[in-house]
Structures are given as structure tokens and as C-alpha cells.
């Protein structure tokens, strides 16, 4: 090996090693904002969470959905702290980083298990729809029968008055002029 071909090899390492030097700093500088975007998560699903209000079927399918909504945040931050594996971390990071692993895969399967609970609410919130339409309607029919049994009833114009404004809650009633008007 000549002289000049060392020297462009020891070129061509310093240049390597430079390079590296600098992704490393880089990396850093993405396991900081990956930390970053982790603490904000965590006041995010804080603020999702409170005020609780545990088996109401409404606001725990609202909650999955605001999870769900926010995944991409927490998958962002875990992939630019778990950026470079090892290298260039220091010895507290290390530790933190396969908590963080450990936590990521938790997490994932707590949001599979989510669908359930969605299924489950979904069904249970079209039993209470349901329920209360047929509450409503058997209400609506209720009133309907007792208007028709009162109006059976009317012989008289002065009845037919009297039964008119007591079903109006606004006091609009019609001017019953003759019995012609009262029979239709």
C-alpha cells in the first residue's frame, strides 16, 4: 500500500466516522422529540379519561374512539425513541427505553381488546335506543287513545271547545262556529 492510498483511506474513515458522529447526534435530538410527543400523549389520555364515567355504554364508545383517534401521536414518539436501538443512548435510557417497549406492547393488546368492549356498547346502546322509542311510541298511543275516547264523548259544541283547549298547551284552538263544523 502506498502513501497516498493511506492517506485516502484514513480520508475515507475520517469521513465515515464523521458522518456517524453526526446521525448520532441526530438521533438524540429524535429521541428527545419521541420523549416529547410520549409526555404529551400521556396528558392527552389523561384529559380523554376525566372525568370517568365507567359503564355509561355512550361515553366509554366516545373514549375508545378518542383513543383510537389519537394512535398516531404515541406510535410517532415510540418510533423516534426506539430510533437507533443502542447506540448512543445513555445507561438510564437504556432501562427506559425497554420499559417502554414493554409498555407499547401492553398497550397494544389493551387496544385489541377494546373492540370487544366497542361491540358490546354498540349493543347495548341500540338495546337503550330502542327501549326508549318504544317508550315513546307506547306513550304517543296511550295519548292518542285517550284523545279518541274523549272525542267520542263530545256531543256538544261546547264540549268539543272545552276538549280543544284543554289539548292545546298553547291555547290555539279553532272557532267552532255551528254544529255542522263540530260533526266534521
Do not use: C
Not at 17 to 35: D, E, K, P
Not at 48 to 69: C, D, H, R
Not at 102 to 119: K, N, S
Amino acid at each position: 500500500m502506498t502513501k497516498l492510498d493511506g492517506n485516502k483511506l484514513t480520508e475515507s474513515v475520517e469521513d465515515i466516522r464523521q458522518f456517524n458522529f453526526s446521525v448520532l447526534r441526530s438521533a438524540t435530538l429524535l429521541h428527545w422529540i419521541g420523549y416529547g410527543l410520549l409526555v404529551l400523549t400521556v396528558f392527552d389520555v389523561v384529559e380523554t379519561l376525566i372525568p370517568p364515567n365507567f359503564m355509561n355504554p355512550a361515553w366509554e364508545l366516545q373514549t375508545i374512539g378518542a383513543l383510537v383517534e389519537r394512535v398516531p401521536v404515541p406510535l410517532l414518539g415510540l418510533a423516534l425513541v426506539f430510533y437507533g436501538e443502542r447506540h448512543g443512548r445513555e445507561r438510564w435510557e437504556v432501562l427506559v427505553v425497554k420499559v417502554l417497549s414493554w409498555l407499547a406492547l401492553v398497550l397494544g393488546v389493551l387496544y385489541f381488546l377494546l373492540i370487544p368492549l366497542g361491540i358490546i356498547n354498540t349493543v347495548r346502546i341500540n338495546k337503550q335506543a330502542s327501549t326508549q322509542i318504544t317508550t315513546q311510541v307506547n306513550r304517543g298511543m296511550t295519548q292518542f287513545q285517550q284523545v279518541k275516547d274523549a272525542l267520542e264523548k263530545v256531543n256538544t259544541e261546547a264540549e268539543m271547545e272545552k276538549l280543544l283547549a284543554s289539548l292545546s298547551s298553547e291555547g290555539r284552538t279553532p272557532d267552532i262556529n255551528n254544529s255542522q263544523e263540530l260533526e266534521r
